[in-house]
Structures are given as structure tokens and as C-alpha cells.
């Protein structure tokens, strides 16, 4: 059998947060296999991590419903706390860890809290605001998004921005236009493409709360790690957040599972220097594969 464990991140409870399945050390598998496993599981998304020779190293994989990606951030969160459990840490003790992704290497530092419950902070390093491949027009982008134009934040911009991968931070005016935003563009992962982009993420930069959906438009996320620290980026990019201020990033309201993300961004204005994004890791079960694909 084949075991996994599976955590809620983002969460300071179980049944909160964005849930996951992590796989530790499992058989190999290539590309085909963990996609298939991540779709039968129905997480939104799965990590399989193996651990190296070096203390505190390990190679993971990240998979949603859809593909494999480069880069992800509630999964090396709660795969890092599954390891923190996993090495019997004593309480209030922290540990460090390496995670060696497609896109590169980030590092995690973990701490236990009380039972079944990890904290855990992702230093994602310094982000990259992308140069678009074409001019991202506001009437088109929030068309695409069920908007008008006019529900965008007019003291702030389209910008594309990546810690791994590129998201295209959309401002919206308030939380009405939040909640009304969808995907309505019917080929929405063409669009952004053509921008530059990989995804979209629409944020209130006021109430610090944002929306995310693969590029379907069918599943909405409920917590994104990887588009929270381009948000921290923004927010001190264009005077929303200070050096080293921590903000609280809401997500996941809407699909009824309220989730908190603390980003902090470090440098100026015109030189972010890197971005951190944690949260609370919370313990739910364990489980294993009878059969594997």
C-alpha cells in the first residue's frame, strides 16, 4: 500500500483552509501516474516529495486536477509541515527545510503549535514583474473576467508578476466587484498566454482579499500560495504595504472555506528584494492507495 497524509492549509483548524494530499517517499511515479492519483484523490492539489541524503532536502512534484506544475505554495507548505510531524520536533522548536521544485529551490521554516497543528513560512524569494507580451488592455481583461472597466481599481494596474509562476494581478474597486468576477472568456489560459501570463488573479487591494480559478473557470482555489507573494510584490510595488509589513490575504470566502495567508514583502518600491508567505498547517488523516494506476 501506498500511504498519504492529508492537511489543511492555510488553517487553523481542520475542515478550514485549502486541503491536500502529500505523498512522502512514494514508489516512483512518472508524470501520467501522479496526475491521475491527484484527480482520483479531488484535492485541489497533491505534492510528492522525496527526501535526499542531505538533512532537510527534498525533490517535489506539484500536480492540480489539470497538469503538473512548476511551482506551488500551499502544497510546499503543508507537505513541509507533514515533515515536521513526520521528524517528531519538539513543540515550539523550528525546523528548516528545502524543497527543489521545476522552478527552482525556495525554503520553508516550520514550527509545531500543539497537536496536529504546524505553522509554517515560505521565503519565495525575490519576484519578477514580467515585461506582457502584448498591451494589457483594462476593458479586454475585465471583460474576460465578467467586468467592466469600470470595476477596476482606477489608482492601480494590470500587472504580471511571478515568484514562479506568472500571475496576472488584476485590482478590482471593491468587494462587490470581487464577488462578481468569473471567468466568462472562453479561452481564458489562451488569453492570458498571449499577455504573458499563466493565471489571473483578482484582487481587493483595500479589503486585502483576492479570487483565483484554474483557467477553466470551473474551480475556484481556496487558498493560492504561489499568487499570494506576487500580491505581497504589488501591494509595496505601488504603496499598499511597507517594508517588512505583514498583511493578512484573504481568500476562499466564496467557496466557503475562509482562509487566511500572511505575505510580507521586503525592499522598496522600485527594488522588492523577496517575499514571504505562511500560514497554519492543520492535520486531518491519513490515508493509502490499495490499487495505483
Known amino acids: 500500500m501506498t500511504g498519504y497524509h492529508h492537511v489543511d492549509v492555510f488553517a487553523d483548524l481542520p475542515y478550514t483552509g485549502n486541503s491536500l494530499a502529500v505523498f512522502v517517499d512514494p514508489p516512483p511515479f512518472d508524470a501520467e501516474r501522479m496526475l491521475r492519483v491527484t484527480q482520483e484523490l479531488r ?108 470595476d477596476l481599481d482606477g489608482e492601480l494596474p494590470l500587472e504580471i508578476v511571478s515568484t514562479g509562476l506568472r500571475y496576472l494581478v488584476v485590482a478590482v474597486r471593491d468587494g462587490d466587484a470581487l464577488a462578481r468576477a468569473r471567468i466568462r472568456h472562453p479561452d481564458f489560459g489562451g488569453f492570458l498566454e498571449r499577455l504573458g501570463a499563466q493565471f489571473a488573479y483578482v484582487l481587493d487591494a483595500g479589503a486585502v482579499e483576492g479570487r483565483h480559478w484554474n483557467n477553466d473557470g470551473v474551480l475556484e482555489d481556496v487558498a493560492t500560495g504561489s499568487a499570494a507573494g506576487c500580491v505581497a510584490a504589488y501591494l509595496l510595488r505601488h504603496g499598499r504595504a511597507g517594508d517588512g509589513q505583514e498583511l493578512s490575504l484573504a481568500q476562499g470566502r466564496f467557496t466557503g472555506r475562509p482562509s487566511r495567508i500572511a505575505i510580507t514583502a521586503h525592499g522598496t518600491a522600485d527594488d522588492v528584494r523577496r517575499v514571504t508567505v505562511g500560514g497554519g498547517v492543520a492535520a486531518v488523516g491519513t490515508g493509502s492507495l490499495r490499487a495505483l494506476p
Open 43 to 150: 484535492h485541489f492539489e497533491t505534492i510528492f516529495v522525496r527526501r535526499q541524503d542531505a538533512p532537510g532536502v527534498v525533490q517535489a512534484r506539484v500536480f492540480d486536477l489539470l497538469e503538473e506544475l512548476d511551482f506551488a505554495g500551499h502544497p510546499v507548505l503543508g507537505a513541509a509541515a507533514v515533515l515536521h510531524d513526520l521528524a517528531g520536533v519538539e513543540p515550539g522548536e523550528e525546523r528548516a527545510w528545502t524543497f527543489e521544485l521545476k522552478a527552482g529551490t525556495v525554503c520553508v521554516t516550520t514550527r509545531g503549535e500543539r497537536p496536529g497543528q504546524v505553522s509554517a513560512l515560505l521565503d519565495q524569494g525575490r519576484p519578477v514583474f514580467v515585461a506582457e507580451k502584448a498591451p494589457l488592455e483594462r476593458a479586454a481583461v475585465a471583460e474576460a473576467l465578467g467586468l467592466g472597466e469600470d
